[in-house]
């Protein structure tokens, strides 16, 4: 018997934002639901952060249909929240388990690819170049073309079933989330954690949470809240791991913050919604650009 049910699939992983839940289970959802004014709501992690079908597959069969949620999401993020348990509660230091540090890399690029407007614009992509095809493929193809096949390779990528295309279009999404360059370079990086117990505001998050520069950058650096209190960074180097660790608590916590929110798509998230005034006046003020929109 197939399994018909719409499925939630997170963008924003339950045990990222379970981070942020208080003493009833519950964080403080920002959103727009209605005008331009920004509403707090209290739910639980599994409540919010998630589009039904957002990764199926279209021509696929049910159960066939969410495997890129059930076999690339959930081991992704199933060891993901291995390495934060372990950030949270030993630091950086010590010997890491590559597999570990790799999850936990994977886990930051897949913050800046999974959301629905990443998604849309994937698919929008795909169906812009998809049948966009060379000299020499369409050479190749009129040496084996058959007769009833269409005159050109474009035309017949073109009338594929649904099920290939999307079938080809997540074989090319899925490394470059699961990027082994990328992942390499953040992996040799140097991984810091800040505690912010004492600053007047605690850390925000979003469904755009990664602060970061470009990886080729003199001061190249990746920042991350990973709790109301606590900030993951990856720093290229020594001098701006110095310029990092110089930066004053309640300012590093405002910067990250204004960052966090501004860039946000749809949410923000905190423990409570103390900053709401913060969150009306900053959420998705400065959005950043989707990685996957056509060019």
Not at 2 to 26: E, M, S
Not at 107 to 113: C, N, R, V, W
């Amino acid at each position: 018997m197939h399994d018909n049910k719409p499925k939630k699939h997170h963008y924003i992983p339950v045990f990222y934002l379970k981070r942020w839940a208080g003493t009833d289970g519950r964080l403080c959802e920002f959103s727009r639901p209605y005008d331009h004014r920004v509403k707090p709501r209290m739910t639980h992690p599994a409540g919010t952060g998630y589009e039904e079908n957002l990764y199926s597959m279209q021509g696929f069969e049910p159960a066939l249909a969410q495997q890129i949620e059930e076999r690339f999401f959930k081991f992704t993020d199933s060891l993901a929240a291995d390495a934060l348990e372990r950030l949270v509660t030993k630091g950086v230091e010590g010997e890491w388990p590559q597999e570990l540090r790799s999850a936990w890399s994977r886990f930051i690029i897949s913050l800046l690819l999974r959301t629905p407007p990443d998604i849309e614009a994937l698919r929008a992509q795909w169906g812009h170049t998809f049948t966009d095809t060379d000299a020499e493929s369409e050479e190749e193809y009129s040496k084996i073309r058959q007769d009833g096949d269409p005159p050109t390779f474009s035309e017949y990528i073109a009338k594929m079933p649904i099920h290939l295309v999307e079938r080809y279009l997540f074989e090319t999404y899925l490394p470059i989330v699961d990027n082994d360059r990328i992942g390499t370079v953040i992996n040799q990086m140097q991984w810091v954690i800040t505690k912010t117990d004492g600053a007047k505001f605690e850390f925000l998050t979003s469904d755009r949470p990664v602060v970061r520069t470009g990886l080729n950058h003199q001061f190249a650096h990746i920042a991350l809240p990973i709790g109301p209190s606590l900030l993951f960074a990856a720093v290229k180097n020594n001098e701006t791991f110095k310029r990092f660790k110089a930066i004053p608590m309640n300012a590093l916590v405002v910067d990250i913050n204004t960052k966090v929110v501004s860039q946000a798509t749809r949410l923000a998230f905190g423990r409570s919604d103390r900053q709401l005034g913060f969150v009306g006046n900053r959420l998705g003020s400065d959005p950043s650009p989707v990685l996957l929109s056509p060019r």
